[in-house]
């Protein structure tokens, strides 16, 4: 079997294909991370916080891929995840309550912030991964921050 690419990429061995040849049992991994970052399909900003990058749809996407918002996040096709919706509400809800009942604002430590990789993604302080998951304490009253002691 092959699987054909919406555009060519060149191999290490500086070939360019336009497919990927899968042979039998062959193991693949799909990088999520790697599509919902991709540049030719967000565009030069694409790590930028942006929510309004889904507002100009137009501008965007030669290719849609995904359960919702056009994202790898949840995977795609029959093999979806299927707790979608109940995650996107879960994740709303949380943010909801957590706007309404704290401040947020940067501190100096936020440049120490590292993600991990553990299932999902998950933050943690450079130096401090014995620590576990956490963000930055605040460093003076006024310079608020929040952590998980968890
Ligand atoms: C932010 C939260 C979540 C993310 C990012 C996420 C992501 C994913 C991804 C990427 C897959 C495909 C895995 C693969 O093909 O190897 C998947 C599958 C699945 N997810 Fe989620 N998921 C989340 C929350 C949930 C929740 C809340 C539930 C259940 C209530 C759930 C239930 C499932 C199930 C049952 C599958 C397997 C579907 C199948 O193979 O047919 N997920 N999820």
Known sequence: ???PLSRPITTKS??????VPVGKGMRMLLSIVAY???KTVWGE???????SRWLRQSEK???SVGVTGDLATFAGGPRACIGWRFAVHEI???????VANFEFAPTAACDRIRK??????????????DKGVQLPEPASQGDFGISFPY
Do not use: H, W, Y
């Open 92 to 98: 709303q809800t949380f943010l909801i309550e957590m």
């Open 116 to 129: 991990e990789a553990c299932s999902f993604m998950s933050p943690n302080i450079e130096g401090e991964i």
């Open 61 to 63: 996407m030669e290719t």
């Open 14 to 19: 500086g070939k360019q294909i336009n497919e």
């Open 45 to 51: 900003d694409v790590r930028e916080f942006n929510p």
């Open 1 to 3: 079997m092959v699987i």
């Open 36 to 38: 919902n970052r991709d």
